[in-house]
């Protein structure tokens, strides 16, 4: 069982940015992918960025590419979404997922069977 906790949303001004913190429990963080997903209201949720276990593999949904960015740190079981540029349609709730690495596409949300609670994110215009 792997229990994620996200940290980081908030109120921002269009233009600015935020940095999303996802730690997970995970005993081995190295054995899983991990994503980044985000559900706008009256909106399904929709993939946002991903990176493999290793790092070999990292995407971007074309909606953010040039604006944010993934990365994680294996040392301390926490990936980070850094977000740049921020416009009021990234207004959403943002959820961390993590799967057991994978060689598919880190864009499926079904391949992912854990999720966190989510980080409301506010872009006001």
């Known amino acids: 069982q792997v229990q994620l906790v996200e940290s980081g949303g908030g109120l921002v001004q269009a233009g600015g940015s935020l940095r999303l913190s996802c730690t997970a429990s995970?005993?081995?963080?190295?054995?899983?992918?991990m994503g980044w997903f985000r559900q706008a209201p009256g909106k399904e949720r929709e993939f946002v960025s991903g990176?493999?276990?290793?790092?070999?593999?990292?995407s971007y949904a074309d909606s953010v590419k040039g604006r944010f960015t993934i990365s994680r740190d294996n040392a301390k079981n926490t990936v980070y979404l850094q977000m740049n540029s921020l416009k009021p349609e990234d207004t959403a709730y943002y959820y961390c997922?993590?799967?057991?690495?994978?060689?598919?596409?880190?864009?499926?949300?079904?391949?992912?069977?854990?999720w966190g609670q989510g980080t409301q994110v506010t872009v006001s215009s």
């Open positions: 990176i493999a276990w290793n790092r070999g593999r990292i």
């Open positions: 995970a005993r081995t963080f190295t054995n899983y992918d």
């Open positions: 997922a993590a799967r057991e690495f994978r060689d598919w596409a880190l864009s499926l949300p079904g391949t992912y069977g854990y």
